[in-house]
């Protein structure tokens, strides 16, 4: 992203309130040109001969990494596919001209959201602020690429307790078809939760009230005892 953004910012002279606001679908990459098209201006990036230094190449790119952050929300699978990826070199095949279109879904979300210290993007995809992506850019130009951390999964060291082989259990087979209802069930899942947060803070709030109303029973029960002793 932090490419892209410097391309954005810097190359085509997008000012940062518009970055703030854009989304995927207003970024169009063909023919080896980036177009970006707002209601208020259009900005248009035009192709380099060096791969490493293509202005649209780097818009592609990060449209593939957040086409894969939407349409498959697994940060191991983001994490196994962008170790798998060839870094960008001076020979890098042009990625500006290449055809493949991104999902619908990803068409409306924000462009440039926030990305932790170890890749995630937070769910659902949130946007930056005009301050964040200008400091952002402030800091890159500077040499502050940031900290990226690379968390291994954890291994037991040393030999383990022999322990009964577990029974053989078939395999099942899956189809073509099960893989993109297996997504959409994930995605759907992630919808539905999607308002925990919401809803944690309603309970919250329903519990000070009560705290509230009980106190204030309290109060009084103890004004009417003293204002009435027993003899």
């Known amino acids: 992203m932090d490419r892209c953004l410097l391309v954005l910012s810097q190359l085509a002279g997008v000012p940062y309130r518009h970055l703030a606001t854009l989304t995927a679908g207003v970024v169009t990459v063909a023919a080896g040109t980036a177009t970006i098209t707002t209601p208020a201006l259009t900005w248009t990036l035009r192709p380099a001969d060096d791969g490493l230094l293509c202005g649209p190449c780097a818009v592609a790119r990060w449209l593939r990494i957040l086409n ?4 498959r929300p697994s940060h191991g699978e983001i994490a196994r596919a962008l170790k798998k990826a060839k870094a960008p070199a001076s020979g890098s095949p042009h ?3 290449s055809t493949r279109a991104v999902d619908g879904a990803t ?3 924000p462009l440039l959201p926030p990305i932790d210290q170890w890749g995630y993007v937070p769910f659902p995809v949130q946007r ?6 200008s400091r952002r850019v402030r800091d890159l130009l500077g040499g502050d690429l940031g900290a990226h951390r690379d968390q291994p999964v954890d291994t037991d060291e040393g030999p383990e307790p022999a322990t009964p082989p577990p029974p053989t259990v078939p395999r099942a087979v899956y189809s073509q078809e099960d893989s993109p209802r297996a997504w959409a069930r994930r995605r759907a899942d992630l919808n539905d939760l999607a308002g925990v947060d919401d809803l944690l803070r309603e309970v919250d709030a329903r519990a000070r009230e009560l705290e509230r109303r009980t106190a204030a029973i309290l109060v009084g029960q103890t004004n009417r005892n003293e204002a009435n002793p027993k003899e």
């Open 107 to 109: 068409l409306v979300v």
């Open 95 to 97: 990625l500006c001209r």
């Open 128 to 133: 930056l602020t005009p301050h964040s992506l």
């Open 68 to 71: 894969l952050v939407v349409s």
